[in-house]
């Protein structure tokens, strides 16, 4: 099955840096990757994704990058804000997943003012 | 309106007891989901229902049996609860295999 692997565990910045998460999957037929954002209390929320026939996503200061060589892909936040603090997580599914998310373990992101 | 919604958000309960947790999206998907999240953060999914169809069965104990009366609802009911069943468990529903996923909000379940 699809394993993801997410680094880092923990990522602190100060206000108006940037922060980048990366991830690795495992299968190749893995064709679908969204990253998840979860504030404390709450559900994940979907803030971008990507699919295999993309390289680079981009969406205000949010961008993802995606090497199916490599099978790696990145979140990219830019001009980060203490809002912006909350766990971040990346998955990949496809294949024969039948729509079912395999996550990475998560990245706890702090964004100090 | 809340896309995905569950119930209840908190659940305390003593060990040995039977309970349910029910969810309900209002977006028209397809595809609903459980998943367990563990005091790690780690998020592992545990079935998944395609109208109304059980089309993915993780390595989940017996004791756990989902529900689906129709595609807009997907209940979890747990029997014989242990303390390694506390956790967050969330609701999701997609349109279709492999798209867009969205969450409930969550229930925390703890076992006492």
């Known amino acids: 099955g699809e394993n993801v692997e997410q680094h880092p565990s923990t990522l602190s910045v100060q206000e108006g840096d940037s922060a980048v998460i990366k991830c690795t999957y495992s299968?190749?037929?893995?064709?679908?990757f969204p990253w998840y954002k979860q504030e404390l209390g709450k559900g994940p929320q979907l803030i971008i994704d990507?699919?295999?026939?993309?390289g680079e996503k981009k969406d205000q200061r949010i961008a993802v990058t995606l090497n199916k060589t490599a099978k790696h892909f990145s979140l990219h936040i830019t001009e980060t804000q203490p809002e912006d603090s909350a766990v971040y997580f990346c998955?990949?599914?496809?294949?024969?997943?039948?729509?079912?998310?395999?996550f990475g373990q998560g990245t706890i992101l702090t964004v100090h003012p | 309106d809340t896309a995905v919604s569950q119930t209840p958000k908190y659940l305390v309960t003593q060990m040995g007891n039977d309970k349910s947790i029910k969810c309900e999206q209002n977006?028209?998907?397809?595809?609903m989901y459980w998943y367990k999240q563990d005091s790690k953060k780690f998020l592992k999914i545990m079935f998944s229902y395609n109208n109304k169809e059980l089309i993915i069965n993780e390595t989940v104990p017996n004791r756990f049996s989902p529900k689906s009366p129709d595609k807009a609802h997907l209940n979890l009911h747990i029997n014989s609860l242990e303390l390694g069943d506390s956790a967050v468990y969330f609701c999701?529903?997609?349109?279709?295999?492999?798209?867009?996923?969205?969450f409930g909000q969550g229930t925390r379940l703890t076992v006492v």
């Open positions: 977006l028209g998907h397809d595809t």
């Open positions: 998955a990949a599914t496809g294949g024969t997943s039948y729509g079912k998310l395999t």
């Open positions: 990507i699919r295999s026939n993309v």
């Open positions: 999701a529903s997609s349109h279709s295999k492999g798209a867009e996923a969205f």
């Open positions: 299968d190749s037929a893995s064709n679908y």
